[in-house]
C-alpha cells in the first residue's frame, strides 16, 4: 500500500481566498505558485474558493479577476501543474473552462454537492475531450452514506474522472467516517481518490492521515491550512506525517516548510485560527466557506453568529447557498426583536 | 362567462400533464388536444380519464385539427421545439413554447406581457428568469444606475430531473441573457443550487444588485408592487426578505411554492413557468374575445 | 370451534403484542399498498386493523387491486374498515398515487407458478411494467417516506447445497432465456429498475426479498410443497413427495410475514434489502411428517413420485440482517404455524 507514490495538491491559492474574503493579490499568487513549484508540489489550485467563475456576488467577489490570477500562476510554474476548481452551476463549459484551458490550466477539479455528481457529466467530458486532465469532486461528504457516495463517485468515474476526490467541505468527519468513505471508494473505484479536510473539529491532520491510511492516493493540503473555516490539513504538518509514516511523495520536505513559513507571512492578516464560529459551524456541519459571511450578516442584523450556523444546518444548506443566510439571520434578528418587545 | 379559446398541449410529460390541469382549471381556456407520443404515458392517461382528446400523433394531430384551435403550448423538448416553431408559424398558431429553444420572444407575464400579445412565438425563458426577472426589472426602474446583476436560485434536487441536471449551463446563459434583456443592465450573473434536503425544499430566489447609490425606498416600491403583480398569476410567489443592503449590495429574497395541480408542491421552480404559460394565454384570450378588463379568475389582467 | 377470523385476528394481536415499537412511524400516516387483496396483503390488513383498533395507529390504507370488490365482499370484516379505501385498477396503468402517500408497499405482481408456464409473457409484463409505473407515480409524490418494493428469494438464483443460509449478497448464475425464468428476471428487473429510481432522485427504497411461508389466506390450489401437502391431507390422499424427500425449505408463519414487511417499511434502511423468511431448514420428508400428524388416521407417504434422478434442491435465507435491523424476530415457530394453518383450513 505504501509503495504507490500520494499526489499532493495544494489548494492553498484557492481555498485561501476564503480566508481572505477572495482578496488575494498578484503578489502573493507570485510568492506562493514560486515557492510551491519549488517545494515540488504536484498541483497548485488556484481561484476563486468556489472555483471558475464564482466570482459574484452571491459568494464575493475577487479582487483579481479569475484570467489574470491564472494567468499568473501559469508563468510562475514548471513541473507543477495548475489546477482549478469547477462547480457547474457557477461555472460553464463556453464562458470559463474553455477560457481556463485557453490559459494552460493542466487539472480541472469538477465538483459537486454528494449526491448531485450528474450535474458533472457534461463539464468533465468536455475536458477529456480535449485532452485535459479531470477529477470529480464530491463536497460536505459528511452529509452523504459511503453506498451514496461509492454511487456518485461512479458516476463521475464513467463520465470520464481521472480521479476522485472526497472533500469534507464542512470540516464536520471523523476519523472513523473518513476511514469507511475513503475505503469504499478505494474499493469499489478504479481511478484514485482523494481526501481534502477541513479544520473546524479539529481534526484535518487525523482525517487526511486516516484517508491514506484507507488507500486515499491523492491527498489535499494548504500552507498553514490557509483556506475556509478553519482552514485545511496544513500541508506542512500532512507532508511531516506522510514523512515520518512512510509514504512516498514528491514534495520536498524541507521546501514545503519553507512555502509554510513564507505563507505565514503573506497570508499574515487572515490565517486560519480555530474559534466559537468555526467550531458550531463543523458542528452544525455547513460549507466552511459560509464562516465569514455569517460573522458579517451576525454583526449587521445583531444575531449571534452561532445561532445562525445551527440554522443553516438545520436546514441542511449546501455549499454555494450563501444568500440563505440573509434569510436566516433576518429571521433571527425578526424573532429577537419580538422576544424583545 | 367569456368565451374559452381553445388551445393544444403538445409534450405529455409531468409538465406538459401540469399544464393541462391549470388550462382546465381555467376560465378562458379549453384544451382540445393533448398531443404526445406514447398514450399510455402517465399524462396521456389522466387526460384520456378527464375526457380530453389526446392524440399520440405529436404535433402533426395539431396540424389535422388546425381550424380547431387558437393557440399550442409546446412542453416537449427544446430540439422538438424547432421543429414545431416552423410548423405553428405555417399553420398561424400562436406558440406558447415551455422548451429551452427560445426562439420566439422571451415572455415574463409581470414585465412584457402586453408586448407578448403581438408576438407569434413566445418562450417562457427559464425557472429562474420567471422568478428573478421581475425583481431584477424592478430594480432596475429604481435604480437607472444599476451596473451589475445576480440571481441565485435554490432548487430541490428531486424538482431537477436529468433533462434539466445536462442542460444546466444553457440554463444559466438563458436566464443571464433575460436579466440582461429586461433590466437593460449589461452585465449579470445566474447561478443555480440543488439541495437534497429532505422533506423536499421549495424554490428559493435571491437577487443581488450592484449599485452605486441605491434607492432603497424606491427599490422596495417597486419590488413591493410587482411582487403583487406576480401574485396574480403565480399565487405561491412569496418575497420572504425585502430589499436590504448588506455588504454593498441590494438584496431581495423570494420563495415560490408550487400549486400542485399534478407536480408536487416542492416542484415551485417548474409550477412558476407553467403558470407564466397560462397568464400569457388568458392575456391572449381576453384579447382575441375582446373582453378588454374582465375578471379572470386566475387571470392576470394586462 | 373459532371462526377463521376470529383466528386470524388472534394471529395478528400476538405478532402485534409481542412488540409493535418498530411500527410507530406508520401511526398518523398514510400507506399505499399495491396488490393489496392478496396473501401478503390480506395480513397486511390484518395486521394494520389490529393496529388502528389496539394502538389507535390511525393509519389510512389505500389498497390497489384488480378485484376489490371480491374482496370486500369476501372479507367484509377488513373490506368495511373505515380507514381502508380501495382502488380498482391493474397495476400495469396505474398513473397516480394518492398525493397524501406517506409510505408504499409495492406487492403487486403475477407469483402463480401455473402462470409461470401458461402465460409467461403476462408474468413479464405485469411484474416489470407494473414496477417502472408505480415507481414513476411515486417519484411525484410530496413527502414520500419510504418505499417497500416487495422481490422475491429467487433473485439469487439457485442456492448452492453446501451454504446453509443465502444473505442479502449472494448471487449465482441464472440463464435468462428459458421459459421458467421469467419470474426471477422479472423480479431482478424491477430491483435494477427500482435501484435506478433510487439513483436518479434519490427514492427512499427498501427491498424485501421474501422465501417461503404458510398460513391462513394461502391458496391450497398453488403448488407449492406444503400447500400440496396440506390439500392432499384434507382430501384423504396420499402425501406425494417427487424425489426422496431430502429437498431443504424454510416457512415463515404469515403473521410474522406482515409484520416484518412492515418493519422494514417503518425500520428498513434506505437502499437496503432484507431476507425475510424462517432461517430453520427443513426438508419435505419432516414437513410432510409434521403435517400428517395432524390427521387421523395418519396419511400414507409416497416418496419417489416424479422421475428417477430428481435432485435435491436447497433455499433457506439468512434473515440476520432483518432481524439485527428491523427489529424482529420470528414468533410462530413452524409447527405451530402448521397446526394454525390446518386449524383454520378446517374451520368456518
Same mark, same amino acid.
Given at each position: 500500500?505504501?509503495?504507490?507514490?500520494?499526489?499532493?495538491?495544494?489548494?492553498?491559492?484557492?481555498?485561501?481566498?476564503?480566508?481572505?474574503?477572495?482578496?488575494?493579490?498578484?503578489?502573493?499568487?507570485?510568492?506562493?505558485?514560486?515557492?510551491?513549484?519549488?517545494?515540488?508540489?504536484?498541483?497548485?489550485?488556484?481561484?476563486?474558493?468556489?472555483?471558475?467563475?464564482?466570482?459574484?456576488?452571491?459568494?464575493?467577489?475577487?479582487?483579481?479577476?479569475?484570467?489574470?490570477?491564472?494567468?499568473?500562476?501559469?508563468?510562475?510554474?514548471?513541473?507543477?501543474?495548475?489546477?482549478?476548481?469547477?462547480?457547474?452551476?457557477?461555472?460553464?463549459?463556453?464562458?470559463?473552462?474553455?477560457?481556463?484551458?485557453?490559459?494552460?490550466?493542466?487539472?480541472?477539479?469538477?465538483?459537486?454537492?454528494?449526491?448531485?455528481?450528474?450535474?458533472?457529466?457534461?463539464?468533465?467530458?468536455?475536458?477529456?475531450?480535449?485532452?485535459?486532465?479531470?477529477?470529480?469532486?464530491?463536497?460536505?461528504?459528511?452529509?452523504?452514506?459511503?453506498?451514496?457516495?461509492?454511487?456518485?463517485?461512479?458516476?463521475?468515474?464513467?463520465?470520464?474522472?481521472?480521479?476522485?476526490?472526497?472533500?469534507?467541505?464542512?470540516?464536520?468527519?471523523?476519523?472513523?467516517?473518513?476511514?469507511?468513505?475513503?475505503?469504499?471508494?478505494?474499493?469499489?473505484?478504479?481511478?484514485?481518490?482523494?481526501?481534502?479536510?477541513?479544520?473546524?473539529?479539529?481534526?484535518?491532520?487525523?482525517?487526511?492521515?486516516?484517508?491514506?491510511?484507507?488507500?486515499?492516493?491523492?491527498?489535499?493540503?494548504?500552507?498553514?491550512?490557509?483556506?475556509?473555516?478553519?482552514?485545511?490539513?496544513?500541508?506542512?504538518?500532512?507532508?511531516?506525517?506522510?514523512?515520518?509514516?512512510?509514504?512516498?511523495?514528491?514534495?520536498?520536505?524541507?521546501?514545503?516548510?519553507?512555502?509554510?513559513?513564507?505563507?505565514?507571512?503573506?497570508?499574515?492578516?487572515?490565517?486560519?485560527?480555530?474559534?466559537?464560529?468555526?467550531?458550531?459551524?463543523?458542528?452544525?456541519?455547513?460549507?466552511?466557506?459560509?464562516?465569514?459571511?455569517?460573522?458579517?450578516?451576525?454583526?449587521?442584523?445583531?444575531?449571534?453568529?452561532?445561532?445562525?450556523?445551527?440554522?443553516?444546518?438545520?436546514?441542511?444548506?449546501?455549499?454555494?447557498?450563501?444568500?440563505?443566510?440573509?434569510?436566516?439571520?433576518?429571521?433571527?434578528?425578526?424573532?429577537?426583536?419580538?422576544?424583545?418587545? | 362567462?367569456?368565451?374559452?379559446?381553445?388551445?393544444?398541449?403538445?409534450?405529455?410529460?409531468?409538465?406538459?400533464?401540469?399544464?393541462?390541469?391549470?388550462?382546465?382549471?381555467?376560465?378562458?381556456?379549453?384544451?382540445?388536444?393533448?398531443?404526445?407520443?406514447?398514450?399510455?404515458?402517465?399524462?396521456?392517461?389522466?387526460?384520456?380519464?378527464?375526457?380530453?382528446?389526446?392524440?399520440?400523433?405529436?404535433?402533426?394531430?395539431?396540424?389535422?385539427?388546425?381550424?380547431?384551435?387558437?393557440?399550442?403550448?409546446?412542453?416537449?423538448?427544446?430540439?422538438?421545439?424547432?421543429?414545431?416553431?416552423?410548423?405553428?408559424?405555417?399553420?398561424?398558431?400562436?406558440?406558447?413554447?415551455?422548451?429551452?429553444?427560445?426562439?420566439?420572444?422571451?415572455?415574463?407575464?409581470?414585465?412584457?406581457?402586453?408586448?407578448?400579445?403581438?408576438?407569434?412565438?413566445?418562450?417562457?425563458?427559464?425557472?429562474?428568469?420567471?422568478?428573478?426577472?421581475?425583481?431584477?426589472?424592478?430594480?432596475?426602474?429604481?435604480?437607472?444606475?444599476?451596473?451589475?446583476?445576480?440571481?441565485?436560485?435554490?432548487?430541490?434536487?428531486?424538482?431537477?430531473?436529468?433533462?434539466?441536471?445536462?442542460?444546466?449551463?444553457?440554463?444559466?446563459?438563458?436566464?443571464?441573457?433575460?436579466?440582461?434583456?429586461?433590466?437593460?443592465?449589461?452585465?449579470?450573473?445566474?447561478?443555480?443550487?440543488?439541495?437534497?434536503?429532505?422533506?423536499?425544499?421549495?424554490?428559493?430566489?435571491?437577487?443581488?444588485?450592484?449599485?452605486?447609490? =441605491?434607492?432603497? &425606498?424606491?427599490? +422596495?416600491?417597486? *419590488?413591493?408592487?410587482? %411582487?403583487?403583480?406576480?401574485?396574480? @398569476?403565480? /399565487?405561491? #410567489?412569496?418575497?420572504?426578505?425585502? =430589499?436590504?443592503? &448588506?455588504?454593498? +449590495?441590494?438584496? *431581495?429574497?423570494?420563495? %415560490?411554492?408550487?400549486?400542485?395541480? @399534478?407536480? /408536487?408542491? #416542492?416542484?415551485?421552480?417548474?409550477?412558476?413557468?407553467?403558470?407564466?404559460?397560462?397568464?400569457?394565454?388568458?392575456?391572449?384570450?381576453?384579447?382575441?374575445?375582446?373582453?378588454?378588463?374582465?375578471?379572470?379568475?386566475?387571470?392576470?389582467?394586462? | 370451534?373459532?371462526?377463521?377470523?376470529?383466528?386470524?385476528?388472534?394471529?395478528?394481536?400476538?405478532?402485534?403484542?409481542?412488540?409493535?415499537?418498530?411500527?410507530?412511524?406508520?401511526?398518523?400516516?398514510?400507506?399505499?399498498?399495491?396488490?393489496?387483496?392478496?396473501?401478503?396483503?390480506?395480513?397486511?390488513?390484518?395486521?394494520?386493523?389490529?393496529?388502528?383498533?389496539?394502538?389507535?395507529?390511525?393509519?389510512?390504507?389505500?389498497?390497489?387491486?384488480?378485484?376489490?370488490?371480491?374482496?370486500?365482499?369476501?372479507?367484509?370484516?377488513?373490506?368495511?374498515?373505515?380507514?381502508?379505501?380501495?382502488?380498482?385498477?391493474?397495476?400495469?396503468?396505474?398513473?397516480?398515487?394518492?398525493?397524501?402517500?406517506?409510505?408504499?408497499?409495492?406487492?403487486?405482481?403475477?407469483?402463480?407458478?401455473?402462470?409461470?408456464?401458461?402465460?409467461?409473457?403476462?408474468?413479464?409484463?405485469?411484474?416489470?411494467?407494473?414496477?417502472?409505473?408505480?415507481?414513476?407515480?411515486?417519484?411525484?409524490?410530496?413527502?414520500?417516506?419510504?418505499?417497500?418494493?416487495?422481490?422475491?428469494?429467487?433473485?439469487?438464483?439457485?442456492?448452492?447445497?453446501?451454504?446453509?443460509?443465502?444473505?442479502?449478497?449472494?448471487?449465482?448464475?441464472?440463464?435468462?432465456?428459458?421459459?421458467?425464468?421469467?419470474?426471477?428476471?422479472?423480479?431482478?428487473?424491477?430491483?435494477?429498475?427500482?435501484?435506478?429510481?433510487?439513483?436518479?432522485?434519490?427514492?427512499?427504497?427498501?427491498?424485501?426479498?421474501?422465501?417461503?411461508?404458510?398460513?391462513?389466506?394461502?391458496?391450497?390450489?398453488?403448488?407449492?410443497?406444503?400447500?400440496?401437502?396440506?390439500?392432499?391431507?384434507?382430501?384423504?390422499?396420499?402425501?406425494?413427495?417427487?424425489?426422496?424427500?431430502?429437498?431443504?425449505?424454510?416457512?415463515?408463519?404469515?403473521?410474522?410475514?406482515?409484520?416484518?414487511?412492515?418493519?422494514?417499511?417503518?425500520?428498513?434502511?434506505?437502499?437496503?434489502?432484507?431476507?425475510?423468511?424462517?432461517?430453520?431448514?427443513?426438508?419435505?420428508?419432516?414437513?410432510?411428517?409434521?403435517?400428517?400428524?395432524?390427521?387421523?388416521?395418519?396419511?400414507?407417504?409416497?416418496?419417489?413420485?416424479?422421475?428417477?434422478?430428481?435432485?435435491?434442491?436447497?433455499?433457506?435465507?439468512?434473515?440476520?440482517?432483518?432481524?439485527?435491523?428491523?427489529?424482529?424476530?420470528?414468533?410462530?415457530?413452524?409447527?405451530?404455524?402448521?397446526?394454525?394453518?390446518?386449524?383454520?383450513?378446517?374451520?368456518?
Amino acid at each position: 500500500m505504501k509503495s504507490a507514490t500520494i499526489v499532493v495538491t495544494d489548494p492553498t491559492l484557492r481555498d485561501g481566498s476564503h480566508a481572505c474574503s477572495h482578496q488575494i493579490t498578484i503578489e502573493q499568487i507570485q510568492k506562493y505558485a514560486t515557492a510551491a513549484e519549488a517545494a515540488k508540489v504536484d498541483y497548485l489550485e488556484v481561484g476563486h474558493g468556489n472555483g471558475l467563475g464564482a466570482s459574484s456576488l452571491q459568494v464575493g467577489l475577487s479582487l483579481v479577476p479569475e484570467r489574470e490570477m491564472l494567468r499568473t500562476a501559469r508563468s510562475c510554474l514548471n513541473k507543477t501543474r495548475l489546477s482549478v476548481h469547477v462547480m457547474p452551476g457557477f461555472a460553464t463549459i463556453k464562458r470559463e473552462i474553455a477560457g481556463a484551458i485557453d490559459l494552460g490550466v493542466d487539472l480541472f477539479r469538477v465538483g459537486a454537492h454528494c449526491t448531485e455528481a450528474d450535474l458533472t457529466q457534461r463539464h468533465l467530458s468536455y475536458v477529456r475531450n480535449v485532452g485535459k486532465e479531470a477529477w470529480g469532486i464530491l463536497m460536505m461528504i459528511h452529509m452523504a452514506s459511503k453506498d451514496v457516495l461509492l454511487e456518485e463517485a461512479k458516476k463521475m468515474q464513467s463520465y470520464g474522472a481521472q480521479g476522485i476526490v472526497l472533500m469534507d467541505s464542512a470540516g464536520a468527519s471523523f476519523p472513523s467516517d473518513v476511514t469507511e468513505k475513503i475505503g469504499a471508494l478505494a474499493r469499489g473505484l478504479d481511478v484514485p481518490v482523494g481526501f481534502h479536510a477541513h479544520n473546524n473539529l479539529g481534526l484535518s491532520i487525523a482525517n487526511s492521515i486516516a484517508a491514506l491510511e484507507a488507500g486515499a492516493r491523492i491527498v489535499d493540503g494548504t500552507a498553514r491550512g490557509f483556506g475556509a473555516g478553519a482552514g485545511n490539513a496544513p500541508l506542512e504538518l500532512l507532508v511531516a506525517a506522510m514523512h515520518r509514516l512512510g509514504y512516498k511523495f514528491n514534495a520536498d520536505l524541507y521546501k514545503i516548510l519553507d512555502s509554510g513559513e513564507l505563507a505565514a507571512e503573506l497570508f499574515a492578516e487572515n490565517l486560519p485560527i480555530s474559534n466559537a464560529v468555526t467550531i458550531v459551524s463543523g458542528l452544525a456541519g455547513v460549507f466552511s466557506g459560509f464562516a465569514k459571511p455569517v460573522i458579517r450578516a451576525a454583526k449587521q442584523m445583531h444575531v449571534d453568529p452561532r445561532d445562525i450556523f445551527f440554522e443553516l444546518g438545520k436546514r441542511k444548506v449546501v455549499g454555494g447557498q450563501e444568500d440563505i443566510i440573509l434569510e436566516v439571520a433576518s429571521e433571527l434578528a425578526r424573532k429577537n426583536s419580538s422576544k424583545n418587545s | 362567462m367569456p368565451t374559452k379559446i381553445k388551445v393544444a398541449i403538445v409534450g405529455t410529460g409531468n409538465i406538459g400533464t401540469d399544464l393541462l390541469m391549470k388550462v382546465l382549471r381555467s376560465p378562458w381556456l379549453e384544451c382540445r388536444l393533448f398531443a404526445g407520443r406514447n398514450l399510455s404515458s402517465p399524462g396521456m392517461m389522466k387526460a384520456d380519464h378527464l375526457g380530453v382528446p389526446v392524440s399520440s400523433k405529436s404535433i402533426q394531430a395539431v396540424v389535422e385539427r388546425r381550424s380547431e384551435l387558437d393557440l399550442v403550448f409546446d412542453a416537449t423538448s427544446a430540439e422538438d421545439h424547432v421543429k414545431h416553431a416552423r410548423i405553428l408559424r405555417d399553420l398561424g398558431l400562436l406558440a406558447i413554447d415551455l422548451t429551452p429553444a427560445k426562439i420566439g420572444k422571451m415572455c415574463v407575464p409581470a414585465v412584457n406581457l402586453e408586448e407578448c400579445l403581438q408576438a407569434e412565438n413566445v418562450n417562457m425563458v427559464s425557472c429562474g428568469g420567471q422568478a428573478s426577472v421581475p425583481i431584477a426589472f424592478a430594480i432596475a426602474q429604481a435604480n437607472p444606475e444599476i451596473e451589475y446583476i445576480e440571481t441565485v436560485s435554490s432548487i430541490a434536487s428531486r424538482s431537477a430531473g436529468p433533462a434539466t441536471r445536462i442542460n444546466l449551463d444553457e440554463y444559466l446563459g438563458t436566464t443571464e441573457e433575460a436579466i440582461q434583456h429586461f433590466s437593460n443592465c449589461r452585465i449579470s450573473k445566474a447561478i443555480l443550487n440543488l439541495n437534497p434536503a429532505q422533506p423536499c425544499v421549495h424554490m428559493q430566489t435571491t437577487v443581488f444588485a450592484k449599485i452605486a447609490r =441605491p434607492n432603497l &425606498e424606491k427599490s +422596495r416600491e417597486q *419590488v413591493g408592487a410587482i %411582487v403583487k403583480d406576480i401574485q396574480k @398569476y403565480v /399565487p405561491g #410567489y412569496q418575497m420572504i426578505l425585502e =430589499p436590504m443592503i &448588506e455588504n454593498g +449590495r441590494l438584496a *431581495v429574497m423570494v420563495r %415560490v411554492e408550487g400549486v400542485g395541480d @399534478y407536480l /408536487p408542491k #416542492y416542484a415551485g421552480n417548474l409550477d412558476i413557468i407553467n403558470c407564466a404559460a397560462i397568464a400569457m394565454a388568458e392575456a391572449y384570450a381576453q384579447k382575441r374575445v375582446g373582453n378588454g378588463k374582465a375578471e379572470a379568475k386566475n387571470g392576470f389582467t394586462p | 370451534m373459532t371462526s377463521r377470523i376470529d383466528l386470524v385476528r388472534q394471529d395478528a394481536e400476538a405478532v402485534v403484542a409481542k412488540g409493535f415499537a418498530p411500527l410507530q412511524p406508520l401511526a398518523n400516516s398514510h400507506l399505499f399498498i399495491s396488490g393489496g387483496t392478496g396473501f401478503l396483503g390480506t395480513w397486511l390488513l390484518e395486521l394494520l386493523a389490529v393496529l388502528n383498533t389496539k394502538q389507535q395507529f390511525n393509519t389510512q390504507v389505500t389498497v390497489f387491486s384488480r378485484f376489490p370488490q371480491k374482496f370486500v365482499e369476501r372479507f367484509p370484516h377488513l373490506g368495511q374498515r373505515k380507514e381502508f379505501h380501495f382502488i380498482e385498477g391493474d397495476i400495469r396503468y396505474l398513473t397516480e398515487l394518492p398525493r397524501e402517500t406517506d409510505y408504499i408497499i409495492h406487492a403487486a405482481a403475477l407469483t402463480d407458478r401455473r402462470l409461470f408456464a401458461s402465460n409467461p409473457t403476462m408474468v413479464g409484463e405485469v411484474n416489470a411494467f407494473g414496477a417502472i409505473r408505480i415507481l414513476r407515480a411515486a417519484n411525484l409524490l410530496d413527502h414520500l417516506k419510504k418505499f417497500v418494493l416487495v422481490s422475491s428469494g429467487l433473485v439469487y438464483g439457485p442456492q448452492s447445497m453446501d451454504i446453509e443460509r443465502i444473505d442479502e449478497n449472494y448471487t449465482s448464475g441464472i440463464a435468462c432465456d428459458h421459459a421458467n425464468a421469467i419470474y426471477a428476471e422479472s423480479k431482478r428487473f424491477a430491483e435494477a429498475m427500482a435501484t435506478s429510481f433510487v439513483s436518479e432522485s434519490k427514492l427512499p427504497l427498501v427491498t424485501v426479498r421474501p422465501f417461503a411461508f404458510v398460513g391462513p389466506y394461502q391458496s391450497l390450489e398453488l403448488p407449492w410443497a406444503v400447500t400440496d401437502f396440506i390439500r392432499d391431507c384434507l382430501t384423504g390422499c396420499p402425501l406425494k413427495i417427487m424425489g426422496d424427500g431430502s429437498t431443504v425449505r424454510s416457512l415463515m408463519y404469515a403473521s410474522d410475514y406482515a409484520f416484518w414487511v412492515l418493519a422494514a417499511l417503518a425500520q428498513g434502511k434506505s437502499r437496503s434489502a432484507y431476507n425475510i423468511g424462517s432461517p430453520e431448514p427443513i426438508n419435505l420428508l419432516s414437513l410432510a411428517k409434521m403435517i400428517g400428524q395432524h390427521f387421523t388416521p395418519t396419511p400414507e407417504m409416497v416418496t419417489r413420485v416424479g422421475q428417477s434422478g430428481h435432485e435435491a434442491t436447497r433455499l433457506v435465507p439468512n434473515v440476520e440482517k432483518a432481524k439485527a435491523e428491523l427489529g424482529v424476530s420470528v414468533t410462530v415457530p413452524l409447527p405451530e404455524a402448521i397446526q394454525k394453518t390446518i386449524t383454520w383450513n378446517i374451520a368456518k
